[in-house]
């Protein structure tokens, strides 16, 4: 399995600190993506054999609790979402309490339609997706959490 990054202290990415992963990979390819350095299957790192426990040390660092986001590349696409899966259900299962938002190129109806066991048991542990393909002709810097108007930021937990 590949990765594209980590960041222990993103502010950008999700809400209040956040811990960031970025899935390697992408079927999508949007026109004007912010990371298609992210897209090619076989780029970016080897994902270490520690990554649950470095994410979540990383989450509680200096005594500061910081939220959980997994961007992309495409986390939700086969080819990455047993690794998101297993992320995921590690940092719920440490902390119960956090937001999890997750980015996904797909819409959540996409998402819902697979009717995959694998999908279905990451978007039970987020809290946040933030759904649908970026669209340059849509673009827009001053969303909240979003690149493009047509992507949508869905509640999962009735919680956001």
């Given at each position: 399995?590949?990765?594209?990054?980590?960041?222990?202290?993103?502010?950008?990415?999700?809400?209040?600190?956040?811990?960031?992963?970025?899935?390697?990979?992408?079927?999508?390819?949007?026109?004007?993506?912010?990371?298609?350095?992210?897209?090619?299957?076989?780029?970016?790192?080897?994902?270490?054999?520690?990554?649950?426990?470095?994410i979540?040390?990383?989450?509680?660092?200096?005594?500061?609790?910081r939220?959980?986001?997994?961007?992309?590349?495409?986390?939700?696409?086969?080819?990455?979402?047993?690794?998101?899966?297993?992320?995921?259900?590690?940092?719920?299962?440490?902390?119960?309490?956090?937001?999890?938002?997750?980015?996904?190129?797909?819409?959540?109806?996409?998402?819902?339609?697979?009717?995959?066991?694998?999908i279905?048991?990451?978007?039970?542990?987020?809290?946040?997706?933030?759904?649908?393909?970026?669209?340059?002709?849509?673009?827009?810097?001053?969303?909240?959490?979003?690149?493009?108007?047509?992507?949508?930021?869905?509640?999962?937990?009735?919680?956001?």
């Amino acid at each position: 399995m590949r990765y594209a990054g980590f960041m222990p202290n993103d502010f950008i990415n999700g809400i209040g600190v956040c811990v960031s992963f970025w899935t390697q990979g992408c079927p999508h390819h949007c026109l004007g993506c912010h990371n298609p350095e992210a897209w090619d299957f076989e780029g970016g790192y080897e994902v270490p054999i520690d990554i649950k426990s470095r994410i979540i040390k990383a989450i509680s660092a200096n005594g500061i609790q910081r939220n959980f986001s997994i961007l992309g590349g495409e986390p939700l696409c086969k080819q990455n979402e047993n690794l998101v899966n297993e992320i995921v259900t590690a940092v719920r299962t440490a902390y119960p309490n956090i937001k999890i938002f997750i980015w996904s190129g797909y819409t959540y109806q996409d998402l819902l339609s697979m009717n995959s066991p694998v999908i279905n048991s990451i978007l039970e542990k987020c809290d946040v997706l933030i759904d649908g393909r970026f669209e340059l002709e849509n673009r827009d810097i001053t969303l909240k959490l979003r690149g493009s108007s047509n992507q949508n930021i869905i509640d999962l937990e009735g919680k956001f």
